[in-house]
């Protein structure tokens, strides 16, 4: 893949994912993906992220902001970095009571691409920022 339809493909994932449109974003991902979220372990599959995406979407109101997408030479590897800026709008499990606490913090993916799919997708997130985020009241 070219290393712009690279950039373009995860610009159109990131895209998706601001729109809330999960089939968009699935649609742009390989059904063996491989996903590393910022809060779990490794989960394989396109149902499995879909069902972290709607997990996710129950409890939390999110938009990436400020993203700037770069890639590896050979369009098979890219990184976005960005700020998230969300809501934390009902209390999941594990975590602190939701209160309608907001946040804004550094966050970044890095993709690898393969037959013009996303293959892997990592999920950074400073857990330090996250918890004192989450932690704050409403």
Do not use: C
Not at 73 to 93: D, H, L
Request: proline content about 4%.
């Amino acid at each position: 893949m070219s290393d712009e339809k690279a950039l373009s493909l995860v610009r159109s994932f990131l895209n998706a994912l601001n729109a809330s449109d999960h089939d968009a974003a699935l649609a742009l991902v390989s059904d063996d993906v491989a996903h590393d979220p910022f809060d779990g372990e490794r989960e394989i599959g396109r149902e499995k992220l879909r069902w972290r995406l709607g997990l996710r979407t129950r409890h939390f109101d999110e938009r990436l902001a400020d993203i700037t997408v770069m890639n590896a030479p050979g369009g098979i590897r890219a990184a976005a970095e960005f700020t998230v800026r969300g809501t934390y709008r009902k209390t999941a499990e594990g975590l602190p009571e939701a209160t309608g606490q907001t946040y804004a913090l550094p966050g970044g993916m890095f993709f690898e691409i393969d037959g013009g799919e996303i293959t892997r997708i990592s999920e950074h997130r400073n857990p330090v920022q996250w918890n004192a985020a989450l932690s704050a009241i409403g």
